[in-house]
């Protein structure tokens, strides 16, 4: 295989990831832009999400459709019951009351999870073929264009919810202001727990798919981890900047693992994006489609 191709080959494999990774930064997009605060327990949701999947199909025997469908409304009923006992309370707090609070929720989830459905690691078969597909110098991996079509498609539907539809101005005018918002008369509480249910969605979407690509066990909670520099690079309340984010950090590893780990003998995929997030940080801290917030004293 020539420079060129190789080339080629870790761009296109960049890309496929890179909206995978998206999908789960939408997740934290959406409780940001209905809450203003960052859920630290989005990788959570997705190990959630995947244990419930993988054990629908392989310990209670189910079919697909309903171990996803099993997924979705439990992640669904999740975010519900969430926001109603816990993030209710914590409306008008300031944003660092929430960010602790998912924190707190982080590790509780990542504790019972397992404790509850199943330990070890389990598989998550899904009906696509595992050979890659051969388009001239390229493999692609059945899972990762599947999971990149799913990406697109929640993608466009969410970026038209917000722009477009009453109920997501709504969302984004509670993010800006929650006491502005409930002056004039927007229901605050129903459009948090409406952002963490559509949190829950794209979670279980994202764990049945990471699921497959990794395994399910409590390691898959590191994927909302290796999401966060796309949100920092992308800007937390852009559903574009998901996009962007996620394309650059995917191409970043890739690039990474194909021309400096044979040298380094590994492991620069992993803190790659770090090192990318916190220059970012550095130069444009609040993303490249995030909103710059200007405070006079």
């Avoid at 101005?169 to 948090?192: P, T």
């Avoid at 952002?195 to 399910?216: D, E, F, H, P, Y």
């Avoid at 966060?228 to 992308?234: A, H, K, R, T």
């Avoid at 937390?236 to 650059?248: K, Q, T």
């Amino acid at each position: 295989m020539g420079d060129w191709q190789f080339t080629v080959l870790l761009l296109s494999n960049g890309v496929l990831i890179g909206l995978m990774y998206s999908l789960i930064a939408l997740g934290f997009v959406l409780v940001y832009k209905a809450t203003d605060a960052i859920n630290f327990a989005q990788g959570e949701f997705v190990m959630i999400s995947g244990f419930v999947a993988a054990a629908g199909l392989m310990v209670w025997g189910t079919p697909l459709w309903l171990a996803v469908a099993l997924a979705l409304g439990g992640m669904i009923v999740l975010g519900f019951a969430l926001e109603r006992v816990m993030l209710r309370r914590l409306i008008g707090r300031p944003v660092i009351a929430v960010v602790m609070a998912t924190i707190g929720l982080a590790s509780i989830l990542r504790g019972v999870g397992p404790f509850t459905i199943f330990s070890g690691t389990k598989p998550l078969p899904l009906p696509i073929r595992e050979e890659p597909f051969l388009v001239g110098p390229l493999f692609i991996p059945p899972i990762q264009l599947l999971g990149a079509g799913v990406s697109i498609g929640f993608l466009a539907a969410f970026g038209w919810f917000f722009l477009k539809s009453r109920k997501g101005i709504a969302m984004r005018a509670v993010a800006d202001n929650q006491q502005v918002a409930l002056a004039m008369g927007i229901n605050v509480e129903r459009y948090f727990g409406v952002a963490w249910a559509m949190t829950g969605i794209v979670s279980a979407l994202g764990g049945v798919l990471w699921g497959n690509l990794l395994g399910v066990d409590v390691n898959l909670a590191l994927v909302g981890f290796k999401v966060f520099p796309v949100v920092i690079l992308g800007g937390l309340d852009s559903i574009p900047g998901a996009i962007v984010g996620g394309l650059i950090v995917g191409i970043v590893e890739n690039m990474a693992a194909g021309y400096i780990d044979p040298y380094v003998g590994g492991g620069t995929k992993d803190f790659a994006p770090y090192v990318l997030m916190i220059a970012a940080l550095m130069v444009r801290p609040y993303g490249i489609f995030g909103k710059k917030i200007i405070e006079r004293i």
